[in-house]
């Protein structure tokens, strides 16, 4: 599985952070102004994801995780080669919201690693996961930043497309998942609605979700506008594709370096508390980010930024386990991925607005007031119940659950 997320994470990372160079390249039908195109090319997408997300994490409780990722990396293949063949920005934007009614392969593996995983582990799990798919993102922007300049951006389509069928074919034929339908999922035609209603009474899971709704939001409110203002610094468009890989590629590399240290030592300290820290680190360097004057001061910003993520995604994805039951996990991470998208969808119309009538260098301050919102929501909320507190609580529940099944 940390395999299969380091091929996702490389496949779309040949393309991902380039959109925008690459809606600027196809030009509109409808005369938008390529902010709003770029905005609306990564918010698409997003949208339908928070959408079904939650309903396709229902499913996997229902019938099996695995069967969720390789459903989502065939989706993806198919839609991705399709994006390889737009001809306008307007066809590159249906074809992204497409994409997200099909897509979800990371938080499938989430889901899929999380219903495995000793609790008191799941730090040191997910942040395994976060090693594969931060190498994958590290990778990925460089390769394709290079192979854009020297073929082409479509051809990065059909690089991707081709490495999603290979995750799909590796995880039917190299995953045997030992999974057995929970007696507490729910049946029925409405049974996806009380599992909701079940997971989502849980205060704590409610606040961690908003967390990952802030993280995602204040990530992707760069997402349309980088590219942009690295072509800014360097003043040229000649090589502007290897830049911005190299500035995206520095951040994974950082996050891929701190994520599985952070993760364990989360399950040491507690998470919420290496949450809080790498929020603020996060906020601090972003918000910096806004004074750079070259690509290098950008890239070295945007580097302790990324290794501050890399203690952030790992924490909040194991408070997640932590916080919900055994059988749940497809549900939770489902409802995860559909706040997660939500954060997606807003970060780059956020993005693409504060560009228009600010100013990019706007936008990653206003970046790093998202995290400071973050950190203060984490101090309030999740750092207040302590770990241990949580692991009894947990042991208990299913203490409880095996003595009722015992009965039965």
Request: net charge positive; charged share 10%; hydrophobic share 50%.
């Amino acid at each position: 599985m940390i395999a299969a997320q380091f091929g996702t994470a490389l496949g779309f990372s040949f393309f991902h952070p380039f959109l925008p160079l690459y809606v600027r390249q196809l030009g509109s039908t409808t005369g938008l102004g390529v902010e709003l195109l770029s905005g609306l090319v990564f918010s698409g997408q997003a949208v339908t994801m928070a959408i079904l997300s939650p309903i396709w994490g229902a499913v996997a409780d229902r019938y099996g995780r695995k069967p969720m990722v390789i459903r989502a990396s065939l989706g993806s293949a198919v839609t991705v080669l399709l994006m390889g063949l737009a001809q306008s920005a307007e066809q590159l934007i249906g074809l992204r919201i497409v994409q997200g009614l099909v897509s979800g392969t990371i938080s499938a593996s989430a889901a899929l690693v999380a219903s495995v995983t000793p609790r008191e582990h799941c730090g040191y799990a997910m942040g395994m996961l976060q090693v594969g798919l931060w190498s994958g993102v590290a990778a990925g922007p460089l390769v394709g930043g290079v192979l854009s300049d020297l073929a082409g951006f479509r051809v990065t389509f059909a690089v991707t497309s081709l490495v999603l069928l290979l995750v799909a074919v590796g995880v039917w034929i190299g995953v045997d998942e030992p999974f057995v339908r929970s007696q507490q999922v729910q049946s029925g035609t409405f049974g996806f609605l009380m599992d909701w209603r079940r997971v989502l009474s849980s205060r704590w899971l409610d606040f961690t979700l908003a967390l990952r709704f802030l993280s995602a939001l204040g990530r992707s409110t760069l997402e349309p506008v980088l590219p942009l203002f690295v072509l800014a610094l360097a003043g040229s468009v000649a090589g502007v594709g290897t830049s911005t890989g190299l500035v995206v590629g520095a951040a994974s590399v950082a996050t891929t370096a701190t994520s599985v240290w952070l993760g364990r030592l989360g399950d040491r300290v507690g998470h919420g508390r290496v949450a809080l820290a790498s929020g603020i680190g996060t906020a601090i360097f972003l918000g910096a980010s806004a004074l750079a004057q070259t690509v290098w001061q950008l890239l070295v910003l945007h580097a302790l930024a990324g290794a501050c993520v890399g203690g952030l995604l790992p924490s909040l994805s194991a408070l997640l386990a932590e916080y919900s039951k055994s059988g749940d996990e497809g549900c939770v991470y489902g409802i995860d991925s559909s706040m997660t998208s939500a954060g997606r969808a807003v970060g780059p119309l956020l993005g693409a607005a504060c560009a228009f009538w600010l100013s990019v260098r706007m936008t990653f301050a206003i970046t790093g007031l998202v995290f400071v919102a973050a950190s203060a929501l984490g101090a309030f909320t999740v750092c207040r119940p302590s770990l241990d507190h949580r692991r009894s609580r947990h042991a208990a529940a299913d203490l409880d659950e095996k003595r009722r099944l015992d009965r039965q």
